[in-house]
């Protein structure tokens, strides 16, 4: 229920805050920040309020772990931006952690969290593309990248298996926990 109602309200600052969006590049980056932060506290959120402290580190390694590999494919694929600011255009980080969020709401606690979740996430990457910050292809790569990323990472409140990747400046790796 509080998963529901967190969903439907970052739903609602999300399209209440579209109306000056559609004004100025701005008014879109800054909306689709706000989509965007909102779904991240949600993630941490719906877990911690629900006194559920794997969901909250399921959270963390989902939005970690994507927040890594979007940076990384920047640093290997650089891509000027629409408005030429910088060369950091490929894959969209906003989206990709947007998804990422969404996905982690949904695989965790049901299409009753996630349909909203992904509703927002969607606005953030048509934020990005109106606020010419990135291409369309950006956008549908980090949407694929956060939201492969939050399924691998989030197991329903009762699975049985959790895979969790972690990172530091000598390695990667995952760690897979089976309960028997």
């Known amino acids: 229920m509080a998963a529901r109602t967190l969903g439907l309200a970052a739903v609602a600052v999300a399209l209440a805050a579209a109306a000056p969006a559609r004004a100025?590049?701005?008014?879109?980056?800054?909306?689709g920040t706000v989509a965007k932060n909102a779904l991240v506290v949600?993630?941490?959120g719906v877990p911690a309020v629900q006194r559920?402290?794997?969901?909250?580190?399921?959270?963390?390694?989902?939005?970690?772990?994507?927040?890594?590999?979007?940076?990384?494919?920047?640093?290997?694929?650089?891509?000027?931006?629409?408005?030429?600011?910088?060369n950091k255009s490929f894959p969209s980080g906003?989206?990709?952690?947007?998804?990422?969020?969404?996905?982690?709401?949904?695989n965790r606690y049901g299409w009753e969290a996630g349909l909203p979740a992904y509703l927002v996430a969607s606005f953030v990457g048509l934020s990005r593309v109106e606020a010419r910050k990135h291409r369309v292809g950006d956008v549908l790569v980090g949407?694929?990248?956060?939201?492969?990323?939050?399924?691998?990472?989030?197991?329903?409140?009762?699975a049985q298996v959790q895979?969790?990747?972690?990172?530091?400046?000598?390695?990667?790796?995952?760690?897979?926990?089976?309960?028997?």
């Not at 100025?24 to 909306?31: A, H, I, P, Q």
């Not at 906003?94 to 969020?101: E, G, L, Q, V």
Request: hydrophobic share 40%.
């Open 52 to 86: 559920d402290w794997s969901g909250v580190l399921q959270a963390g390694g989902s939005i970690g772990g994507t927040i890594l590999l979007t940076q990384g494919m920047k640093e290997v694929f650089p891509s000027r931006r629409p408005d030429g600011s910088d």
């Open 24 to 31: 100025s590049e701005k008014g879109w980056n800054d909306t």
């Open 143 to 158: 949407a694929a990248v956060g939201t492969a990323v939050g399924h691998l990472v989030t197991r329903k409140a009762n």
């Open 42 to 44: 949600a993630a941490f």
């Open 94 to 106: 906003h989206t990709s952690t947007s998804f990422a969020a969404a996905a982690t709401l949904h």
């Open 163 to 180: 895979l969790v990747p972690w990172a530091d400046t000598k390695g990667a790796g995952a760690h897979l926990a089976l309960r028997f």
